[in-house]
């Protein structure tokens, strides 16, 4: 742990006084460590260069300046919020699908680090959660698996990131990334102004499947744990799934047991799930719904402050409009 | 046929064949349990709904009490698409047993699950096809595929389609859509999702809109099956038998594969690939009515729906507040009772 912060600090002072160049110092020096979201500290001989990352954390390295030589994805590249506007040139695509990755492609890219979010209720590192294939096991023996925790907020979270950038040699002062977290600081503060302004204002976070309504349990999701510090009021439900804790499981016969003032909806597939919440009956029962307060929730994907910026911004569009007296 | 019983089977020894007055009774008898069924199928669910509720949602329906809507648009579908659904694989089920003159055949052998599941895979993956209201149509022109398809194949050579070459054509057509299905899938997840359903089958999530759009390929299925009753009982006797007692067997043969075809997509496409209730309800009737195809489509009319209801209501009570779907405890309840099927009855005698 002292130390990563000696080195972390050390290229901190490099970066700041000689630009551009202290990158390819910090690189090639000596020994490498860094303390992961499972709470080990990883070291190694020298700094890590081939990496390997999940598509979210690619995207978080790739806004510090690390670029990996491949990414897994969860789903098609295109269709990922966090990859799609991204130049990935020259970057492999071991996987598009979860619970995949093509091991032997990964094994001749020699990696020496793979970097993935950290799931505490799962204690697994991103893509290498219990039930994945085989190839993907197979993917997270090739070289230590890192990455900070999920959960608590995002805003840790890609402190966790940008530690890691710099350990690996990143040169984080850019003006560009100066510039996206002054952009983040102000669109937290309007959020927070904004929430601060609908006195009594009550949301529920939702994920509707053919089968189920999945209420997210807010405390396991770190932009909903973010939202909850900032000011808003984001209904606990009080029957998680023991099994993943990540959600209350409601048959779609209770979908109206949490009557919130606004819904916020898992946005990563969202014209397939407003579909299929239109398709259950019940749906028009929650109050919000009724009321067309349905506002779209960054589920989980959010791993740069440029998107957390924009999403935090929509939302507080959105919020301006919701009525906090509903329910 | 001898039915040869063991104490320990479900039915006792029985004579060989029943009185109609005995089995018009029995009917009506069903008919009183399908009743009872229905009643708990629509008073028991993941939500408490009181009966003072249930009634008032019948006679003077709020839309926005929620309840209220539970009853109406949830669980009245649901039972409703258990009724029809059921009937139609119940029938689906006896008529490829009789017409295969193979005791193990089931809307599965034909190939028909595995045509409707394919079908709407392509219809996801190629034509990019959200909305279920669509599916339900690709489900059913899957499901005909298949069965002219593996009735074509069969049909090849000299002596036509027999109970053999129809077993092994359906198997070959099953393993083919089955890994185009699965290699369709394979390249996406949000597809493999969606087929969840697709795979197991269930009653829940299925309301008035799919309802109303299969009811009229059941009802006409239903309809031509039951009037299948007496060419079955021809085949039944053996290909030159009945072809002696002037029977067209092989229009007969299409006609009945025509009708299955219905049922199994109109079925499929209501409530997924629910397989084992098609295959031991009609050796249930059969045990009851005995060798007459008349009795045994009856009764398989209406105990379908019944067993298929039950099994629906338990998998709502066993994992409460959650919900087991209904081809999960079927084939949980369904495959102990079709292997003391295989055990204790003389199965070649179709």
């Not at chain 2, 669980?75 to 029809?84: D, K, N, S």
Request: aromatic share 8%; charged share 20%.
């Amino acid at each position: 742990m002292k130390r990563l912060l000696l080195l972390s600090a050390a290229s901190a002072l490099l970066v700041a006084g000689c630009g551009s160049s202290a990158e390819t110092d910090a690189g090639d020096g000596g020994s490498w460590s860094y303390t992961s979201g499972d709470g080990k500290t990883y070291t190694a001989d020298s700094t890590p260069q081939r990496i390997i990352a999940q598509g979210e954390a690619a995207a978080a390295l790739i806004s510090f300046g690390i670029r990996p030589v491949a990414i897994y994805s969860n789903d098609p590249v295109e269709e990922n919020k966090s990859l799609k506007d991204l130049d990935l040139s020259g970057i492999k695509i071991l996987s598009e699908t979860y619970g995949q990755i093509d091991a032997e492609t990964a094994a001749g890219l020699e990696p020496d680090l793979i970097v993935a979010s950290y799931w505490p209720l799962e204690k697994a590192y991103g893509g290498f959660e219990a039930g994945v294939e085989d190839s993907a096991k197979k993917v997270a023996r090739l070289a230590d698996v890192v990455g900070p925790a999920e959960g608590d907020s995002v805003e840790e979270k890609l402190a966790g990131y940008e530690e890691l950038a710099v350990s690996l040699g990143a040169d984080v002062d850019s003006t560009d990334i100066a510039a996206d977290k002054a952009t983040f600081e102000a669109a937290v503060e309007r959020f927070r102004t904004t929430v601060a302004g609908k006195e009594g204002l009550t949301s529920l976070a939702v994920s509707p499947a053919e089968d189920l309504l999945y209420v997210a349990v807010p405390g396991e999701a770190s932009e909903l744990s973010d939202f909850e510090r900032w000011g808003l009021d984001i209904i606990d439900p009080d029957a998680p799934d023991p099994d993943f804790a990540y959600w209350e499981n409601l048959s779609w016969e209770n979908a109206d047991k949490y009557q919130p003032d606004v819904i916020l909806m898992d946005d990563r597939d969202a014209a397939n799930s407003l579909q299929v919440a239109q398709g259950q009956p019940t749906w028009k029962n929650i109050k919000a719904v009724e009321a067309g307060a349905v506002v779209p929730w960054p589920a989980y994907w959010i791993h740069t402050y440029a998107d957390y910026a924009e999403q935090l911004d929509q939302l507080s569009d959105r919020f301006e409009t919701i009525d906090p007296d509903l329910t | 046929m001898s039915v040869t019983v063991r104490a320990a089977a479900p039915v006792e020894q029985r004579p060989r064949r029943r009185s109609r007055a005995t089995l018009a009774a029995g009917f009506v008898v069903l008919i009183g349990v399908l009743a009872v069924v229905c009643f708990f199928s629509i008073t028991m669910g993941a939500r408490g709904v009181g009966l003072p509720t249930i009634w008032k949602a019948f006679t003077d329906y709020e839309p926005t009490n929620a309840a209220e809507t539970v009853i109406r648009e949830l669980r009245v579908p649901r039972t409703l698409i258990g009724i029809f659904a059921g009937a139609a694989l119940g029938l689906s089920g006896a008529i490829l047993q009789g017409v295969t003159r193979n005791p193990l055949a089931d809307p599965g052998i034909m190939g028909i699950n595995t045509g409707a599941a394919t079908a709407i895979v392509f219809a996801i993956m190629v034509l990019g096809t959200q909305s279920t209201s669509t599916y339900v149509w690709f489900a059913f022109a899957g499901a005909g595929v298949a069965t002219v398809t593996v009735y074509g194949i069969a049909s090849f050579g000299r002596e036509g389609a027999t109970p053999v070459k129809l077993a092994l054509a359906g198997a070959a057509v099953t393993a083919i859509l089955s890994s185009v299905t699965s290699a369709i899938v394979m390249t996406n997840v949000s597809a493999l999702n969606e087929l969840r359903f697709w795979q197991v089958g269930s009653l829940a999530g299925r309301y008035f809109p799919v309802f109303w759009q299969t009811l009229p390929f059941l009802v006409i299925g239903i309809v031509l099956a039951l009037g299948t009753g007496r060419a079955l009982n021809g085949l039944a006797l053996g290909e030159d038998l009945a072809l002696a007692l002037g029977q067209r067997v092989r229009l007969t043969r299409v006609m009945m594969f025509v009708t299955v075809a219905i049922l199994c997509g109109a079925a499929t496409s209501a409530c997924g690939p629910i397989v084992f209730v098609g295959l031991i309800v009609p050796h249930l009737a059969r045990m009851i009515c005995g060798p007459d195809y008349r009795w045994i489509l009856s009764y398989s009319l209406l105990l379908t729906p019944i067993v298929l209801l039950v099994a629906d209501i338990i998998g709502r009570v066993v994992v409460s507040p959650g919900e087991l779907q209904v081809g999960v405890v079927l084939g949980v309840v369904g495959a102990p009772a079709f292997i003391a099927l295989v055990r204790y009855r003389n199965l070649a005698e179709l």
